[in-house]
Each structure stands twice: as structure tokens, then as C-alpha cells.
């Protein structure tokens, strides 16, 4: 395992993560990115998404830097949503793709050795061709009711999971609507682990909501 500044980075495989934290700049009520991060930090996360899609890349560089100045330290990845140039320029540890990005067949090849690479996905066909281009785990949902997937229509539940889980080898983690409360039900269907956006950027306090949900994500682990 890598090692930066005395710190054992966190392991590149997200079935070790638990919680996989999304950044959303518009729901920290004014705090800044760095500053949520380092709470959540605090609280124990270890794997992060730099996911600010309306940032030009000299922007989104600069804050990825920023971002990478508070895990590092710590021992925590930084995934950047789509933008592989920024990844690699700044030295990120994967990148995570939508269904609108390069399909992950053709990011693959241009990642450095050791980078992680995350796919998006909805249904089962998404999930197969993302693991068949190169995907090291595919985010799957929405699982829960949430207005940040309304677009992709009702949440799918449980049941997603369940289908899609046993069909793939890589590590499947769920999103969508995701809290403390329900974390455990997405375990239980057999997903690695969870990703949450609003139950930590928007979280009044970002360390105890982060805490929570880690927890949460142990708990349903934990063998019978």
C-alpha cells in the first residue's frame, strides 16, 4: 500500500471504503469544500468524489488541489468526476465516469498504473458493460428517493442491487437518497458499500453525519 507524508493511503479497493463522499458545492450551506472535507475526514471517511461538473477545468484543478492538500494528509483518495485531463494533472488517485463520459473501455488505457476507475450505472446492462471496459466498481442507483437523481426517473430500491450485485465481480456501491437510517438496507441487499452526497455536504454537522453512516455501514458488515 502507497504511502504519502507518513500516511498509508486508504486501500484502492472500495469494498474497504464503506462510504464513498460526493462533493456538492450548492448544499454546504456556504462552507467550503475544504472545510466539509476535512470534517468528514474527521468523521472517518476515506475515499472521496470531486464531482463539480459546472467548473471549467482551471477551476476545477485548483480546487482538486486544494481537496488533495486536506486527504492527503490524512490517507484519503480523491476520485474526479469525468474530467480525466484534471485527474491526471493533478495527480488524483481514479477518475469516476457518468453515462455521459468517455465510455470506461476508452479511459481505461489512459490512466496511470494504480489510478481507480468508477462507472455510473442504473440498470444491469450499464453495470455488465462497465465491468467489461475496465471498471474497478460501478456506483449503482438511485436506491432511495432523491431529488438529485429525479432525472433518472423512481428510485429502483433494494431490488437493483440485488439483481445486479450477483452478475459482477467488481465491487458495487449504492446511491441515491442514502442515509444513516437506510445505509444498512443497501448492505443487506449485497452492495460493498455506500455513496452519499447530501447526507454529508448538507449535514449540519458533516464529522457526526459521517460517523453515523460508517457506522451504520459496519454494523450491517458485521458477520451473523
Not at 488517485?93 to 494504480?114: E, F, K, Q, Y
Not at 452492495?191 to 449535514?203: E, H, R, T
Request: proline letters at 8%; aromatic letters at 2%.
Amino acid at each position: 500500500m502507497p504511502r504519502v507524508e507518513g500516511k498509508a493511503l486508504a486501500p484502492l479497493d472500495p469494498r474497504a471504503w464503506g462510504l464513498y463522499v460526493i462533493t456538492d458545492r450548492q448544499q454546504t450551506g456556504g462552507r467550503s469544500l475544504e472545510e466539509v472535507t476535512t470534517s468528514a475526514l474527521a468523521g472517518g471517511a476515506r475515499a472521496f468524489q470531486l464531482r463539480e461538473k459546472d467548473l471549467p477545468a482551471r477551476e476545477l484543478c485548483r480546487l482538486a488541489e486544494l481537496l488533495l492538500g486536506r486527504a492527503r494528509p490524512a490517507g484519503a483518495l480523491l476520485l474526479i468526476n469525468d474530467r480525466v485531463d484534471v485527474a491526471l494533472g493533478v495527480g488524483a488517485d481514479g477518475v469516476h465516469l457518468t453515462r455521459r463520459s468517455l465510455p470506461p473501455a476508452a479511459v481505461r488505457p489512459l490512466l496511470r498504473p494504480g489510478m481507480c476507475l468508477g462507472v455510473s450505472c442504473h440498470n444491469l446492462e450499464e453495470a455488465l458493460e462497465a465491468e467489461a471496459g475496465g471498471a474497478d466498481f460501478v456506483l449503482l442507483g438511485p436506491i432511495f428517493p432523491t431529488p438529485a437523481k429525479d432525472a433518472y426517473g423512481p428510485p429502483a430500491g433494494p431490488a437493483l442491487i440485488r439483481q445486479v450485485r450477483p452478475a459482477l465481480a467488481c465491487p458495487v456501491l449504492a446511491v441515491g437518497g442514502i442515509t444513516a437510517r437506510n445505509a444498512g438496507e443497501a448492505l443487506e441487499a449485497g452492495a460493498d458499500g455506500v455513496a452519499a452526497i447530501s447526507a454529508v455536504m448538507g449535514a449540519p454537522d458533516v464529522t457526526a453525519a459521517t460517523r453515523a453512516l460508517l457506522a451504520a455501514v459496519r454494523r450491517a458488515a458485521r458477520p451473523a
